[in-house]
């Protein structure tokens, strides 16, 4: 089945910086990519979702991108500010199912 | 909108006790997924239903998760008997019908923290 490492566990920046977190997946049929944003004591919601016939997606501040030969997506936020702490997961849907497989989760901390 | 809701927030119970969690989804949502977060780690699916049926339950742990969703409206997990192992946070998800666009996104519940001693 899918499986999809996320990388780091942990992200501190500077406010203002910019932040970038990596998943790669196994399965070369999956087709969604989604990533959530869970924030202290919420629940998560979706953020930015990409599909596999595109490279690229952008909404203001956040982008992500993502790599079909090599199988990875990565999230890339810019002009970081003190409300994007919160921890991040992305996730992957095959191609033919429903359910999303997620990654481990990254706690990015904006520091002052 | 009213979002997807769980009840309880917070369960703490002892090994051996049953804990029963509450899912209400979005009005409209066929798609209802239960999912589980333990400390650290991935947010780890359970199962699937679509309506009242279990469309995917591969996630299930053994068979001392019961999940239903009778009449296709809200959900129930029941876990019995209760084993440390199980503490974490168990999310309720629902979706769009199939077919209907924005199907693939997800709307999370707040979770329920379950914590067994």
């Known amino acids: 089945g899918e499986n999809v490492e996320q990388h780091p566990s942990t992200l501190s920046v500077q406010e203002g910086d910019s932040a970038v977190i990596k998943c790669t997946y196994s399965d070369s049929a999956s087709n969604y990519f989604p990533w959530y944003k869970q924030e202290l004591g919420k629940r998560p919601q979706l953020i930015i979702d990409?599909?596999?016939?595109?490279g690229e997606k952008k909404d203001q501040r956040i982008a992500v991108t993502l790599n079909k030969t090599a199988k990875h997506f990565s999230l890339h936020i810019t002009e970081t500010q003190p409300e994007d702490s919160a921890v991040y997961f992305c996730a992957a849907r095959i191609q033919g199912a429903q359910k999303l497989v997620f990654g481990q989760g990254t706690r990015l901390t904006i520091n002052p | 909108e009213a979002g997807v809701t769980q009840f309880p927030s917070h369960s703490v119970i002892e090994k051996g006790q049953t804990v029963t969690l509450r899912c209400d989804p979005i009005?409209?949502?066929?798609?209802l997924y239960w999912y589980r977060r333990v400390m650290g780690k991935e947010i780890k699916f359970l199962l699937h239903?679509?309506?009242?049926?279990?469309?995917?339950e591969s996630g299930m742990p053994n068979n001392r998760f019961l999940a239903e969703r009778t009449g296709g409206t809200y959900s129930t997990l029941k876990v019995q008997p209760a084993e440390l192992e199980d503490s974490g946070v168990y999310f309720c998800?629902?979706?769009?019908?199939?077919?209907?666009?924005?199907?693939?996104?997800?709307?999370f519940g707040s979770g329920t923290q379950l914590s067994v001693l």
């Open positions: 998800a629902s979706s769009q019908p199939y077919g209907v666009r924005g199907t693939e996104k997800l709307f």
């Open positions: 990409i599909r596999s016939n595109v």
């Open positions: 239903f679509v309506k009242e049926s279990k469309q995917d």
């Open positions: 009005s409209g949502h066929d798609n």
